[in-house]
């Protein structure tokens, strides 16, 4: 009897040819369909609820020309955290960057390109701001003083 069983363990055994694999282990075989990837999560906003801000033109408080902002800075979460503004100059001559906080600015009035964002500090403020050059430490006025620090990892 014992002899029976191993007769047939042989025989299944020898009935794989050298090279064949189980389905499974067969990278040549027809992989298990794919899943579909999920929808994505689809959010509207109302034309008049948001609007862009780069290129947009900044006032201050007291309705004095603070520049335009010509980029947002964020953090490594992808939070916001500042705008930089072209400030000053005439015509594009003598215009510095200036980098100013995201809460300092307030976007409540900004239903067309037209609008203005308005900004929380004074015209004598930015023009003592050190300039924002790329690849260096960023100062960032910000109006209430509750800034924290960028922090980098190195």
């Not at 040819?17 to 992989?31: F, I």
């Not at 800075?73 to 930089?84: L, T, Y």
């Not at 400030?87 to 067309?112: E, P, Q």
């Not at 004598?124 to 109006?143: H, R």
Request: charged share 20%.
């Amino acid at each position: 009897m014992r002899r029976k069983h191993l007769g047939i363990f042989i025989a299944a055994f020898t009935a794989m040819a050298p090279g064949t694999s189980w389905a499974q282990n067969d990278p040549a075989s027809p992989a298990a369909p794919k899943q579909p990837a999920p929808p994505p999560v689809v959010t509207i906003i109302g034309a008049n609820e948001a609007h862009g801000v780069l290129g947009r033109e900044v006032r201050s408080a007291a309705n004095e020309d603070m520049g335009r902002i010509v980029d947002v800075i964020v953090d490594r979460s992808g939070a916001v955290r500042a705008a930089v503004i072209d400030f000053g100059g005439f015509l594009g001559v003598g215009v510095r960057k200036i980098v100013v906080d995201w809460s300092a600015l307030h976007f409540a009035r900004i239903t067309d390109k037209g609008d203005s964002i308005t900004l929380e500090l004074t015209k004598e403020q930015v023009t003592a701001a050190p300039e924002y050059k790329e690849n260096q430490p960023i100062v960032v006025l910000g109006a209430a003083g509750s800034l924290k620090p960028l922090q980098f990892d190195r």
